[in-house]
Structures are given as C-alpha cells and as structure tokens.
C-alpha cells in the first residue's frame, strides 16, 4: 500500500471518484466552453427558424400579429446569466460549485433560446 493512499481522506477519494466520472474538475470546464460555444450559432439558427414560421411571415408582409408570448429583457437576463455562470464554472476552484454553474448556464442559455423560438 502506498503512504499517499493511506493518508487521503474519503472527500479527496470521492474527488478523484468523480473527475474520473466525468462530472468534475476539466470536464465540468470542457462543457461549459461547448456549450457556450454552442449557443452561438443556436441562437441564428433559432431566429431563422422563427422566420420560417406563419406568424412571423405575416408579421414581416402585413404587420400584423408582431409580439412575442414572452418578454425581450428575458433573453437578455438568459444571455447574461449564462456568460457569468460560463466564467464561474471556469475560474470555480471547487468542483460541486463547477457543477452548479454548468447548470445554471445551460438552463439560462435553454431560457433565452425559448424567446427566440416564442416569436414563431
């Protein structure tokens, strides 16, 4: 037995357990970066998807039923959000506080890539 091992305690144990698994320490990292780099052509993707539908054809030729179900600041708030909790996850020292951040992040970005998508 090595006198490392025998020293570690449980948490640095379930630590490394959970690096290994994919859910701390780079990987947390790797996906938040996907996913913020994702976001970016997503939400192009998203608007020309809104403009393919009736309601914004009819909207952009008549005028006529121009609104949105849910409110412009929302993607702004989404947007914010999931840039802070981009760095976070980035710069957190601690993995549970990594994990939370992704989270966070990818529920923010899903948030403002749903007011792209209620303007169809």
Known sequence: ???TESRSTPATK????TERAGFGGRSSR???VLAAVLFV?????AGVLTLASERAGRCMT???QCGSSLPGWLFVWG??????ACVVALA???VRVRRVAL?????AECVALMVILSYA
């Open 1 to 3: 037995m090595n006198t």
């Open 92 to 94: 957190a020292p601690a």
């Open 103 to 107: 989270i966070a992040q990818l529920l």
């Open 30 to 32: 790797f996906w938040s």
């Open 62 to 64: 008549y005028g006529e």
């Open 41 to 45: 052509p997503a939400a192009p993707a």
């Open 14 to 17: 379930e630590m490394r357990a």
């Open 79 to 84: 947007v914010a959000l999931g840039g802070v």
